[in-house]
Nanobody, 117 residues
Framework: QVLLVESGGGLVQRGGSLRLSCAASGSAFSLWTMAWYRQGPGKQRELVASITGDGNIDVLDSVKGRFTISRDNANNLVFLQMNSLKPEDTAVYYC???????????WGRGTQVTVSS
């Protein structure tokens, strides 16, 4: 079982930036597509951005041009650079490897992102 640890969240004002990190245990990390998800208050978890092992990226329309996903396969890390943050980006952010509509592995604790207006 892969362990996932997210970090980097915090409280920022509208227009601010944050960089989230996700550390994954285990081997063969580069083989897995990785993704960032978020779950806002009273909302279902949604997939925000994904990146394949060789760097192909897909991003939710509402964050295009503002969020950038990247990965460091040598160190089993995935990042989410978030710029021009909006209050509607407020959520707990999680990383995982997509499997259908769910994550492949047990969900970590996530990291809270709060954007004030």
């Amino acid at each position: 079982q892969v362990l996932l640890v997210e970090s980097g969240g915090g409280l920022v004002q509208r227009g601010g930036s944050l960089r989230l990190s996700c550390a994954a245990s285990g081997s063969a990390f580069s083989l897995w597509t990785m993704a960032w998800y978020r779950q806002g208050p009273g909302k279902q978890r949604e997939l925000v951005a994904s990146i394949t092992g060789d760097g192909n990226i897909d991003v939710l329309d509402s964050v295009k041009g503002r969020f950038t996903i990247s990965r460091d396969n040598a160190n089993n890390l995935v990042f989410l650079q978030m710029n021009s943050l909006k209050p509607e980006d407020t959520a707990v952010y999680y990383c995982n490897s997509p499997l259908g509509r769910d994550g492949r592995w047990r969900w970590g604790r996530g990291t809270q992102v709060t954007v004030s207006s």
